[in-house]
């Protein structure tokens, strides 16, 4: 916000203004500046806005993912501006299936949701749903199943439409033959390599080195750079706050006891007659009919609730293991569902329940009271808690009176960190291509070649590189981009126009030798002009060694030749170096010498870059058809 404010005020304006917002951080405190109130959307897609922080957060997961898959990846690359628009377009998609999900009618129903559920590993305990791991794990990502399960709907949703499309998709054999044929062929070919010419005239005078200096300027600057004074403020950083007593954590446990209550659990199983979606009366009413015909067979003296589960249900995910849930949480079904279970008693069946997915019989198997972890259980992780809490707090407050101190004088970084005993660090030079350590951060280099610095010599704004972690840099040493001394480089530049003489000189040669070669020269005759030998190759592949590379791609690029006939062109292998080639034949791949096995294989991997293919056509005309905004400048 500081930084908007600063590139478009100036004056007693921007002074009255920043008054008003200290008036209101005295109110409302520090997080009123981290929150900010101006738009904060990266991307709208339709009504819809995605935020900075859920960009943010798909950008943190993102990078986690890449750096597990790929340790080896340089971070820069995770941090550039091309990484992070692959990540918003990947938002922007998610968010235009789930919206045409919405408007098509698409439902996630929550028999669907609970199978998806239950089949999630972390979820589960020798090979079955546990309720405990799945209260676990969402607790220990700070996320409640309510919220668990709307994030999981809008997965499965997403899934709907691609699926369909893949449903839709057909793989011929004769696709598959066609392929194998392609990326099978062989070819036999010849090829002389050409000797590098030496140019006409290989003196290169002192005048047109500077000739050509003069005219090529740019390429011989030194990069601009700079060296920052900077502060790296972050809740680390902070003093080690002092153990909190007993009596503290004690009154802590007593403010946060509902947080420590394991809640009530229910062993559930159920039989689910569906109501079909936009159903008419008479297929409600036929339903229900059939609902309380299993319900009365159900409360039957003897009856055999699993077997009548597998005759009538139709839960699939349910109905073989005798409609059998599992153990459920509060907050784990539909309230209709949640509200009949609880008022049951174990061995009690309910009368049918009416819920988005049908009409559900209900039998309580068993059930497990709710209880509070005692303070001992609890007092390490309040006391972690304690700490934290406390750093934050002292980040907050430092960072807060550091803000304030730059905003009354933006002219100076150093001696308002060190009236509150902050460190200043002084970064070595950099350029725009960015440092290492802190200085490798793109964000960092933005703000330290930003106008606010570099030009008007003031202090950045703070650059949050996450929510406890803030950096503010201010100028230090500015060194422009200046002409490296011709003498420096007069070396390098009479190489490059020496090299340009050769690449001409070969060009010239080549296209010489292949107007010949075209006109009925044989390459054998050609090779001993020009001293060389003849090589041929035969039944050659894209990956044949001992070949130069860009020989073979050449090589397999070139159009079949007609029967007797030759395919000739002159190949460029760079630094001066040409071959002259012919392709004698070209020999298709025999599908039926691939396995069955393998040519299963292939096809479901066709198959899936065929449904790639048609998910991303579908989206581009989906992206197309909707009005989509994206705000780089938040990114």
Known sequence: MLTLLRDKLSGWFAKILFGILIFVFAFFGIEGYF????ATWVAKVGDHQIGSQAFQDALNKAREQQLQNNPQIDPKALDGQRFKN?????LIQRQLLIDLAQRSGIVVTDAQLRDAIAHVPAFQSNGA?????????????????????????NDLTVQVLPQALSDGSIVTPQQIDGYLR???????????????????????????????YKAHADAYMSPEQVAVQYVDLSTDSMPAPAAP?????????????????????????????????????????????Q???????????????????????????????GGDLGWLGLGDTDPAFQAAMVALKPGQISKPVLTSDGYHIIKLLAAR???????????????SEYLKDARDKEYSRIAGKLIDAIDSNPGSLAGAAQALGIPVHTSPLFSRAGGSGLFADSKIVQAAFSSQVLKDNNTSDPINLSPQHMVLVHLARHVPAQPLPLAQVAGTIQSTILAQRVAAAASQQADALLAKLKAGSSLDALAKSVGGNVKTIAAATPGTQGVDPTLLSAVFKLPAPAPKQRARSAVNLGQGRYALVEVTAVHPGDPSKLPAEQRAFLTTQIGQMQDAATTQAFLDALRRATTVQTAPDRM
């Open 35 to 38: 929150v900010a109130s101006h």
């Open 86 to 90: 692959d990540v918003l377009e990947g």
């Open 129 to 153: 749903f546990d309720p405990t791991a799945y209260t676990a794990v969402l607790a220990g990502a700070g996320l409640t199943p309510e919220t668990f399960q709307d994030m999981e709907r």
């Open 182 to 212: 392609l990326i099978g062929q062989t070819r036999d070919f010849s090829y002389v390599d050409l000797p590098v010419p030496q140019p006409v005239d290989s003196t290169v005078t002192p005048t047109q080195i500077a000739d050509y």
């Open 245 to 289: 007593s007993d009596e503290a954590l004690r009154k802590l446990y007593a403010q946060n006891e509902s947080r420590f209550v394991v809640p009530g659990q229910y062993d559930v199983a159920h039989i689910l007659i569906s109501v079909p979606k936009n159903a008419t009366v008479a297929q409600k009413s036929a339903a229900l009919a």
């Open 291 to 321: 609902a309380q015909k299993v319900d009365a067979l159900a409360a039957a003296p003897g009856a055999n609730f699993a077997a009548l589960a597998k005759q009538y249900s139709d839960d699939l995910g349910s109905k073989n293991q």
């Open 369 to 383: 009271a709710g209880s509070t972890k005692p303070f001992d259980q609890v007092k390490d992780v309040l006391a």
